[in-house]
T-cell receptor, first 113, second 114 residues
Framework: DAGITQSPRYKITETGRQVTLMCHQT?????MFWYRQDLGHGLRLIYY???????DKGEVPDGYVVSRSKTENFPLTLESATRSQTSVYFC????????????FGPGTRLTVT | LAKTTQPISMDSYEGQEVNITCSHN???????ITWYQQFPSQGPRFIIQ???TKVTNEVASLFIPADRKSSTLSLPRVSLSDTAVYYCLVGDMWNSGGYQKVTFGIGTKLQVIP
C-alpha cells in the first residue's frame, strides 16, 4: 500500500551506540522531515530534505545525522545515542503544489538506556 | 515564525460542539492557519487550513476573524474518538516555492467524556 512507513517501531539501545531509524515513502514527495516528540515540547523539527542529496537543519539537529540518497528514503542516524535522545520520532513527507499537508508516519519509540 | 498560544487541555462531553481557540498576534500577511490532529500513538494528521473568514470540511470548521490575530477550530458533536491533541500552526510552508519552517508547539489535548 502507498504511504509512509517507519522502522523499527520500537527500539531500545544503550548510551553510546549508533542507531538508525528508517523512513520510506511511496508518494515520491520531494520533501521529507524528521521530528521528535517529547512531553512538554510538542513536535520539534530535527532535519528536513528538499530532494535527494539536499538536507537542512531544523530546530534540534545536534547529535543527529541524515542522508537522502534516494527520494523515497530518509534515514536518521544517532551516531552516539544519549539518554536525552529518548523520544518518539516521526517522519513526514510533503510535496509543494499538492497542498499544505505533511503526511506523517506511525512513529518510532526510541529508548536510550 | 509566528508564535501561537492555545489552551493546554480541554474536556468536553460527547455530543457537544468543541471550540479550540489559537492566538497568533504576530501573524504575517502571507501566513496561513493550519490545524493538525494527533491520536495517541499515531503521527499528526492534517485537518484544515484557512487564510481568512470561514472554512469548513467534513471534519471541522475554522473561523478566522478579520484581524487574523486568532482562529477557532470548531468540532461539531464530538465523540469519544475525537479525543486527541490538536495543533495550531501559523505560517506559509511553501512561501516563495521553498519550504518555510512551521512550528507545531505543544497543542491542545482534548478529552471527550462519555
Amino acid at each position: 500500500d502507498a504511504g509512509i512507513t517507519q522502522s523499527p517501531r520500537y527500539k531500545i539501545t544503550e548510551t553510546g551506540r549508533q542507531v538508525t531509524l528508517m523512513c520510506h515513502q511511496t508518494w515520491s514527495h520531494s520533501y521529507m522531515f524528521w521530528y521528535r516528540q517529547d512531553l512538554g515540547h510538542g513536535l520539534r523539527l530535527i532535519y528536513y530534505s528538499a530532494a535527494a542529496d539536499i538536507t537542512d537543519k531544523g530546530e534540534v539537529p545536534d547529535g543527529y545525522v541524515v542522508s537522502r540518497s534516494k527520494t523515497e528514503n530518509f534515514p536518521l542516524t544517532l551516531e552516539s545515542a544519549t539518554r536525552s535522545q529518548t523520544s518518539v520520532y516521526f517522519c513526514a513527507s510533503s510535496e509543494p503544489g499538492q497542498g499544505p499537508e505533511q503526511y506523517f508516519g506511525p512513529g518510532t519509540r526510541l529508548t536510550v538506556t | 515564525l509566528a508564535k501561537t498560544t492555545q489552551p493546554i487541555s480541554m474536556d468536553s462531553y460527547e455530543g457537544q460542539e468543541v471550540n479550540i481557540t489559537c492566538s497568533h498576534n504576530n501573524i504575517a500577511t502571507n501566513d496561513y492557519i493550519t490545524w493538525y490532529q494527533q491520536f495517541p500513538s499515531q503521527g499528526p494528521r492534517f485537518i484544515i487550513q484557512g487564510y481568512k473568514t470561514k472554512v469548513t470540511n467534513e471534519v471541522a470548521s475554522l473561523f478566522i476573524p478579520a484581524d487574523r490575530k486568532s482562529s477557532t477550530l470548531s468540532l461539531p458533536r464530538v465523540s469519544l474518538s475525537d479525543t486527541a491533541v490538536y495543533y495550531c500552526l501559523v505560517g506559509d510552508m511553501w512561501n516563495s516555492g521553498g519550504y518555510q519552517k512551521v512550528t507545531f508547539g505543544i497543542g491542545t489535548k482534548l478529552q471527550v467524556i462519555p
